[in-house]
């Protein structure tokens, strides 16, 4: 896919991706998430993300809201361990508009006091409602096993001393300490030259003051193997097991992404899914995910089910998984799997929205950007040989820790 780059004086890129739609999309993205929270300020990534909404230096709460919306247009935000990320879609007279938006609520918000409160006890509802989902929390508390006594663990959201404990000095700090201009990307897909998204992406955001990256983020030790059970009033036993796995630069990468789509990812015909819930009816929700990090990542399996049959689907699982190590792949399947990850992400290119966000932070991670030629050359690059140490690696129930919430009674 064609696209162009542009780094202004102050480090921040632009990127623009050609499109003939009459809807553009872009996204703002900061190299910065829950990761770079100091321990007693968990969760202050994602109240920031909450806050820019409120008040800046020249809006209230309902001007920023309706300053896109007005327009038909869509504004949102996210944060995860890594990344803090403002988009929209909006119709193409509307880019130097959405543009300027994302200047003021990320570089010109004021984090009042009474914006503070009220969005505490927002957070602090959502921090309860989360935990009243079994099937969300038990993802990070399996996080924390994994990645025991570091920033990863956390959870995003933080707890609920931590979010009552922030104050505006943190947050203007932790702004200052983790924004850094050189990594930050405002990416933009719509129907316009090149030089037009220079023009008005340098308007907005070349006042920006210089703010360059120096400190390295520490990476995770190798957590010892952990099993844990929980009792909780629940109706239904959820089970999660998984490792810490490789990382966005390692060079299996692609080949564990592929095993994990075909284990357990996305369709009805993954192998979990069809030897554990199809053919013996145990496991209505029944999963794996691969989520590669800068410089880790981790691997999971997930499944919940009543808690009768928690032995005989983890003992179904790890057959499995025995199969897939003792059994190397043979040319023909591993072609098969590799033409079903390329179909799925050749399809996940119509998300406009996605495919942005996707290429700014590609343009973070790596420097560089694949066209989607290249990625599947990668994925039909890997071999049976990398696929066996993988699953060798990654599929020995040995180095699996596994977390167990159980129904009380």
Do not use: W
């Not at 703002?28 to 770079?36: L, P, Q, T, V």
């Not at 038990?138 to 990863?152: A, K, N, Q, T």
């Not at 989520?291 to 003992?315: C, H, M, Q, R, W």
């Amino acid at each position: 896919m064609e696209y162009n780059i542009h780094t202004l004086p102050n480090g921040i890129r632009l990127l623009h991706v050609p499109s003939a739609s009459a809807i553009s999309h872009a996204c703002i993205i900061i190299n910065s998430g829950s990761r770079d929270e100091k321990d007693e300020n968990a969760g202050l990534a994602h109240f920031i993300e909450h806050l820019i909404f409120k008040r800046t230096e020249k809006r209230n709460t309902n001007q920023i809201l309706n300053r896109l919306e007005s327009v038909g247009a869509d504004l949102n935000a996210y944060t995860t361990k890594e990344y803090t990320c403002v988009h929209a879609s909006f119709l193409n007279p509307y880019l130097d508009r959405t543009l300027e938006l994302f200047n003021d609520i990320v570089f010109h918000s004021t984090f009042p006091e009474d914006e503070m409160d009220k969005e505490k006890s927002v957070v602090l509802d959502e921090i309860a409602s989360y935990l009243d989902q079994p099937e969300e929390a038990i993802y990070d508390d399996f996080e924390d096993l994994v990645f025991s006594g570091h920033p990863l663990g956390r959870n995003i959201l933080g707890t609920t001393e931590s979010v009552s404990k922030i104050t505006q000095e943190d947050i203007h700090r932790f702004i200052k300490e983790n924004y850094h201009t050189d990594k930050i990307v405002v990416a933009v897909l719509g129907n316009y030259t090149f030089n037009k998204v220079i023009k008005v992406g340098s308007r907005h955001y070349s006042e920006i003051p210089a703010n360059l990256h120096s400190v390295s983020r520490q990476s995770p030790l190798k957590a010892p193997v952990v099993t844990k059970t929980f009792n909780k009033p629940i109706q239904q036993a959820h089970v999660m097991l998984g490792s810490q796995a490789y990382s966005l630069h390692h060079p299996y990468k692609t080949g564990l992404l592929l095993l994990n789509n075909l284990l357990g990812g996305n369709g009805m015909s993954s192998i979990l899914n069809l030897q554990i819930r199809e053919k013996y009816g145990i496991a209505y929700t029944i999963e794996s995910g691969y989520s590669p990090l800068s410089d880790t990542g981790i691997f999971t399996l997930y499944f919940g089910t009543d808690k009768e049959k928690v032995n005989k689907a983890s003992s179904l699982i790890f057959k499995e998984l025995r199969k897939l190590r003792d059994n190397p792949f043979s040319e023909i399947q591993l072609q098969k799997a590799k033409n079903k990850f390329i179909g799925q992400i050749a399809l996940g290119e119509e998300n406009r929205i996605g495919l942005i966000i996707s290429m700014a932070k590609s343009l973070i991670d790596y420097n560089k950007i694949d066209d989607l030629q290249t990625v599947f050359n990668k994925i039909q690059a890997v071999t049976t040989t990398e696929i066996g140490n993988i699953t060798n690696e990654i599929l020995d129930e040995s180095n699996l820790s596994a977390l167990t919430f159980y129904p009380l009674g």
